[in-house]
């Protein structure tokens, strides 16, 4: 097989702080092909957000070390000369952000904000510019585009101005679009909506899709493979069907057996995951899930490596559990009959 | 959670109007008005969970905050235990915060920065001069204990918090009182999916302990079902349905029910790829100047000349389920002959031999069951 679109290999990123070093990201790897959508599903804190944003050497502050290697077309992004690293951001890879709100600038027109993408890429004069922003937000849907491309922010929805960024990422038709929780702080109808369009743009565009999200419901209908993290690392690592009806990793069951399920009668109690997230100065020894996990026996005061433990060769889990055992000891938790 | 019996209703919402004055020039005249509640209905019975769903700007928050009167309504009334407080003074109300409170959407703002913890929960005691100092200490203390958190964070700040906790100590404030409502302004989504199911249990969970009342606000009907004995959905200010929960989604009425229905992501692939997907084109309108005759017509699929021109009255299909559409889905032939335009819009009203069964019109629902 050739070489994937993009690949990230054993990605390792810390902080220096006052308590001592927060290994936000330990060895994460992966990739995604051209047409192909990778969910990367997480609680806050579980660094999914740090992986993507260092991918795209987006963090710049002093106290952080980043090891690893983040290939992209034959190509080490980590060792790419600042200029040129800003020739790849938002032209080959662009990213859009979580909270629609504040990563728009709100003294600039919408209109020129996606111009000025335009005209950072690509040699072409600026009505030429405009008139592609025009054409780019009547893509990802907005009514009324020539009129509204003079509008500012504040004039937009919420739902519309995740369109906005949406357009604005995709204004270099990006071989990769990053989408950091792009539906969280959107309500139900448009986080629909916005979800359909992305589908649509890639399969127009042919873009790889990264899609960060701690709901796995959102990623389950467009996603191709998800990888689920955990403290830092990749707990689990899977093509979507596997993930959902071959979930190896308690932790995956946990996040499985959490979400009201509306396709389901309605249980007495949801199933949840007890405890937080483990503070990542101080990681527990051992499996990073060890002490919120209900499976964990002597063995798991050492850490499982990711690797293939089930049929599927694709499908890679952190578990010390027998095969066998997950399989019987699941449903439980996924079906959140257990009790909490 | 227990179901609505017989008895006075604890909170009764009758033909509420919320417009908020829209002003310009220098003499700031009244140029236009926000209708974010336009004239609501129903009623909450002791120990039940009301469940107010529907979009941002559908008026959800604005309710909420009237019937806890931090808001006073334009028109209509708000009784609370058949009292009515929609004209109350400050002053008055004094005594009636005791018995309801509100829990914010928002963990990170809603929580004074600056002040301890103990401070933020001990408030309410404070004001209503409760117990002396050391009394109200212990009462905070058995509080943090009672929504799962522990004694020893009486001294901390809320940026020693993260979401999910802060949104704990939210709830003990609310609690504090010992209240009869609480009012739930989206207490979840600002929260990851696995500590959402922690605070839905908890909720419920203090519920029993304490006989609450739970008006609880959401965009997500997979959350509110969770929670709730009735729901009702709101469009631009307005209920269109208003029915039990489960028969809410068993059979939904209104299509915009039925729209918000399909929205909701399900975590199974094939099931996702297999379900009728209805995705509801553009925002909410203006409710400044909101459509004319149904108000959901400009993005309803089912819309005909009727919806333009004639506002569809809230009618009861029966069993307490109450909806406004001039097309109703999943309701048989019998009982559309049979319906009746509410009076009082409350399933007091309900014809108990209306029984509807057989859906109105087959096919396949938004939602797939799976085994």
Redesign the interface.
């Known amino acids: 097989m050739a070489e994937p679109l993009l690949e990230v290999k054993d990605l390792k990123v810390s902080f220096r702080t006052e308590d001592g070093v927060v290994k936000a990201v330990d060895g994460v790897s992966f990739a995604v092909d051209q047409g192909e959508v990778l969910g990367i599903v997480g ?2 804190g579980s660094g999914k957000s740090v992986t993507m944003m260092s991918v795209l050497r987006l963090i710049n502050d002093p106290n952080m070390q980043v090891e690893g290697e983040v290939i992209y077309k034959g190509r080490d992004l980590m060792k790419l000369h600042k200029d040129e690293m800003q020739e790849v951001r938002g032209d080959e890879i662009a990213m859009i952000f979580q909270d629609p709100m504040t990563s728009l600038n709100p003294v600039y027109r919408v209109g020129d904000q996606i111009i000025e993408a335009i005209l950072t890429h690509q040699d072409v004069g600026k009505p030429v510019a405009k008139r592609r922003a025009i054409e780019l937000l009547q893509q990802v849907g907005i ?1 009324h585009a020539e009129e509204r491309v003079e509008d500012y922010p504040h004039q937009f ?4 101005r995740q369109r906005a960024m949406i357009a604005m990422a995709l204004a270099n038709n990006p071989d990769i679009l990053i989408a950091d929780e792009p539906t969280t702080a959107l ?7 916005i ?2 369009l992305i589908d649509k743009l890639k399969d127009e565009f042919n873009s790889a899709v990264v899609l960060i999200t ?5 990623v ?2 467009i996603a191709n493979e998800i990888i689920v993290m955990y403290a830092g690392r990749v707990v689990e690592r899977a093509p ?2 596997q993930l ?1 009806y071959d979930p190896q990793h308690p932790y995956t069951w ?11 009668p ?2 007495e ?5 007890k405890g ?1 997230p483990p503070s990542l100065i101080n990681a527990p020894e051992g499996c990073k899930f060890r002490p919120r996990c209900p499976h964990a026996f002597d063995k798991c005061t050492e850490e499982p490596e990711l690797r293939n433990r089930v049929e599927e060769h694709a499908h890679l889990d952190r578990c010390w559990l027998t095969v066998p055992d997950k399989r019987r000891l699941r449903d439980e938790t996924i079906s959140g009959e257990e009790a ?1 | 959670m227990s179901g609505a019996n017989g008895g006075d209703p604890l909170v009764e919402v009758r033909d509420v109007k919320k417009y908020f004055p829209i002003r310009k020039g220098l003499l700031q005249r009244e140029v236009a008005r926000v209708h974010a509640v336009d004239d609501v209905t129903f009623s909450v019975h002791e120990g039940e969970t009301l469940g107010l769903v529907g979009e941002s700007g559908c008026g959800k928050s604005t309710l909420g905050r009237t019937i806890v009167r931090l808001l006073e309504p334009t028109a209509g009334n708000v009784f609370f235990e058949g009292r009515d407080i929609s004209k109350l003074g400050s002053r008055a109300l004094r005594p009636l915060r005791r018995e309801m409170q509100i829990v914010f959407q928002d963990p990170y703002a809603s929580l004074n920065p600056r002040k301890r913890v103990g401070s933020i929960i001990g408030s309410p005691l404070k004001i209503h001069d409760i117990d002396d100092k050391k009394g109200r200490r212990k009462r905070v203390q058995d509080l943090l204990q009672t929504v799962g958190l522990s004694p020893e964070h009486y001294n901390r700040f809320p940026h020693e918090f993260s979401g999910g906790q802060r949104q704990r100590i939210g709830v003990a404030r609310a609690l504090a009182l010992r209240p009869k409502l609480i009012v739930a302004d989206e207490p979840v989504s600002a929260l990851d999916v696995s500590i959402q199911s922690q605070m839905l249990n908890l909720l419920d969970d203090l519920q029993k302990e304490f006989s609450l009342t739970y008006i609880f606000i959401a965009h997500d009907l997979g959350v509110v079902r969770h929670v709730s004995d009735r729901i009702a959905v709101m469009y631009l200010g307005k209920i269109v349905e208003l029915s039990p929960a489960e028969d809410l989604y068993v059979r939904p009425i209104m299509p915009y029910t039925e729209a918000l229905l399909s929205a909701v992501p399900i975590p199974d692939p094939d099931l996702a790829h297999e379900r009728e997907r209805i995705v509801l084109e553009g925002d909410v309108p203006s409710p400044i100047n909101p459509p004319s005759g149904c108000r959901f017509h400009p993005r309803c699929r089912y819309m005909t000349d009727i919806c333009k021109e004639v506002e569809p009255p809230l009618v009861d299909y029966g069993r307490g389920h109450l909806a406004a559409c001039h097309h109703p889905l999943n309701v048989d032939r019998e009982t559309l002959e049979r319906v009746q335009v509410s009076k009082r819009h409350t399933p007091g009203s309900a014809d108990e031999e209306a029984r509807p069964q057989e859906p109105g019109r087959a096919g396949a629902g938004p939602i797939p069951r799976s085994g």
């Open positions: 609680e806050s009514p929805s919420g739902g519309m309500d139900v109808t448009i986080q629909a909506q979800i359909e701690h709901d796995l419901g959102v389950a209908e979507t069907r959902f946990g996040l499985l057996g959490s979400i009201p399920r509306l396709d389901r309605k249980l109690r949801l199933h949840s995951i937080m909490a």
